[in-house]
């Protein structure tokens, strides 16, 4: 049992609707269809916009709640989404996708950051031609830092091709708690075959 199987059971959208800025990339940027990875996909929030656009999600956390949670939701409003229970960094990407999201699982705290980056490198990898990787990360200085080296550094055929700040309003329905805060988005798209 992961920490956030508990709050899952007691918050049905923990965090809340998708943030309005990556639905309007996705109306504006116009990819639909394919395959997705939603990587810490949590109750399916992004996993289950991506499959309203038409793409075959594969949701992956480690939270069995929530992965029930998304796989329901999914299936009770007709969308393409599959849940995998796994720990994200051990996990064997089953191929090549159009689109993957990273939404706010990246912290880069000292003892986390190797391997958070080397997902990061893992996961620009496993795009297609075309394909996009979304990027969420809390704004902190350290954490925008690293991320913005990691963005300085993107060989071809790699190429940033959106960066903004968004606004977010955590609010839990059960306590009444509520905190508002920014995080960086980033769309990094593969141009080409290496």
Same mark, same amino acid.
């Given at each position: 049992?992961?920490?956030?199987?508990?709050?899952?059971?007691?918050?049905?959208?923990?965090? %809340?609707?998708?943030?309005? =800025?990556? *639905? #309007?990339?996705?109306?504006?940027?116009?990819? !639909? /269809?394919?395959? $997705?990875?939603?990587?810490?996909?949590?109750?399916g929030?992004?996993?289950?916009?991506?499959?309203?656009?038409?793409?075959?999600?594969?949701?992956?956390?480690?939270?069995?709640? %929530?992965?029930?949670?998304? =796989?329901? *939701? #999914?299936?009770?409003?007709?969308?393409?989404? !599959? /849940?995998?229970? $796994?720990?994200?960094?051990?996990?064997?990407?089953?191929?090549?996708?159009?689109?993957?999201?990273?939404?706010?699982?990246?912290?880069?705290?000292?003892?986390?950051?190797?391997?958070?980056?080397?997902?990061?490198?893992?996961?620009?990898?496993?795009?297609?031609?075309?394909?996009?990787?979304?990027?969420?990360?809390?704004?902190?200085?350290?954490?925008?830092?690293?991320?913005?080296?990691?963005?300085?550094?993107?060989?071809?055929p790699?190429?940033?091709?959106?960066?903004?700040?968004?606004?977010?309003?955590?609010?839990?329905?059960?306590?009444g708690f509520?905190?508002?805060?920014?995080?960086?988005?980033?769309?990094?798209?593969?141009?080409?075959?290496?």
């Amino acid at each position: 049992m992961t920490h956030y199987d508990e709050q899952y059971d007691q918050e049905p959208a923990l965090f %809340g609707a998708p943030y309005p =800025e990556l *639905r #309007a990339f996705l109306d504006e940027f116009g990819p !639909t /269809g394919g395959t $997705a990875l939603d990587l810490g996909c949590g109750q399916g929030r992004d996993a289950l916009l991506l499959a309203e656009y038409g793409y075959d999600v594969i949701g992956v956390d480690a939270s069995r709640v %929530g992965i029930a949670q998304m =796989e329901a *939701r #999914a299936a009770a409003r007709g969308l393409a989404v !599959t /849940g995998m229970v $796994a720990d994200m960094h051990a996990y064997d990407f089953p191929g090549d996708f159009d689109a993957i999201v990273m939404d706010s699982i990246l912290h880069f705290e000292k003892q986390d950051q190797a391997r958070e980056l080397a997902l990061l490198d893992q996961a620009k990898r496993h795009l297609k031609p075309g394909g996009l990787l979304f990027l969420f990360v809390h704004r902190t200085k350290r954490q925008e830092a690293i991320l913005q080296g990691w963005l300085a550094e993107l060989p071809a055929p790699y190429q940033l091709i959106e960066q903004r700040y968004i606004d977010y309003v955590y609010e839990e329905q059960t306590s009444g708690f509520r905190s508002q805060f920014q995080y960086c988005m980033a769309v990094v798209q593969r141009l080409e075959r290496e």
